[in-house]
């Protein structure tokens, strides 16, 4: 087993990225994807164990607290975990802090996918993609410095009870919002949203995408769609959609990534 394993869970590819980097400057890691229940979930053996992932809608993404939760870990392993979000931590850490009880956590903002509630770039402070992925990589080595010296932090993560009610309230959206999908007349039928879909909720009908209703929000089929085919009602269709630079769609269809 590698010395050190982060589970992460990414939609616009921005956590995956992050893992990527600390992964890069720890050395022996493997990273275990979350977007579907976790193909390694025996961690007994590692010396460190890390989680990224996004903020969705003030809480966790998708399954990833049930998935967290199958997860065995070392008695003496390090604990840390890593949040990116738009505007705020939301209650993500401390749901996943009550799990596994977190030695070293901390978070940065980036650029969001959920552009069907706001534009990609309503960050804090608002960064261009060149400066914010600029920033997201100063702030890798910062996290892995902290992660290789054990640092640990003062404080437990917030509860953020109103982002739990939030994330609760905008899960139960999930199925009315995938009612709102559309695919218009740029449709080139390549079949990239079935296939980066985590839930299998995308389907071929004559030649043309249909969506189920186990839609976890994640937007990968948006925001990675070549052709820019896929809306979410009207709202989307004059937004820019967002995925970072630097992972590819086949990427956050894999299952794991070994770096160092």
């Not at 009880?101 to 940065?108: A, F, P, R, S, V």
């Not at 071929?204 to 994640?218: K, L, V, W």
């Amino acid at each position: 087993m590698s010395e050190n394993l982060i589970y992460c869970y990414s939609g616009s590819g921005n956590c995956l990225d992050m893992a990527k980097n600390i992964a890069k400057e720890l050395g022996d890691t493997e990273i275990v994807m979350m977007r579907s229940f976790p193909v390694k979930t025996d961690a007994t053996e590692a010396k460190r164990v890390g989680f990224i992932f996004p903020c969705y809608g003030g809480g966790l993404p998708g399954n990833v607290e049930s998935y967290v939760k199958a997860i065995h870990i070392g008695i003496n392993s390090y604990k840390f975990a890593i949040v990116q979000y738009a505007g705020y931590k939301g209650c993500g850490l401390h749901k996943i802090d009550k799990i596994v009880d977190l030695d070293y956590w901390n978070g940065m903002s980036n650029h969001c996918s959920c552009i069907w509630l706001m534009p990609h770039y309503l960050t804090v402070p608002p960064l261009p993609r060149k400066l914010s992925q600029k920033r997201s990589e100063a702030m890798a080595k910062k996290f892995a410095a902290d992660i290789k010296a054990t640092k640990r932090s003062e404080k437990k993560p917030p509860k953020g009870t109103v982002f739990a009610l939030e994330s609760k309230l905008l899960s139960s959206q999930n199925t009315k919002r995938i009612k709102k999908f559309t695919v218009n007349e740029n449709c080139v039928s390549c079949g990239q949203c079935a296939k980066i879909c985590p839930q299998g909720n995308i389907t071929y009908s004559d030649a043309r995408p249909a969506f189920g209703t186990n839609c976890i929000g994640c937007l990968s089929c948006v925001q990675y769609c070549p052709s820019k085919a896929i809306n979410i009602g009207s709202i989307t269709k004059h937004r820019a959609r967002y995925h970072n630079a630097n992972i590819t769609a086949e990427e956050l269809t894999e299952k794991t990534f070994h770096i160092g």
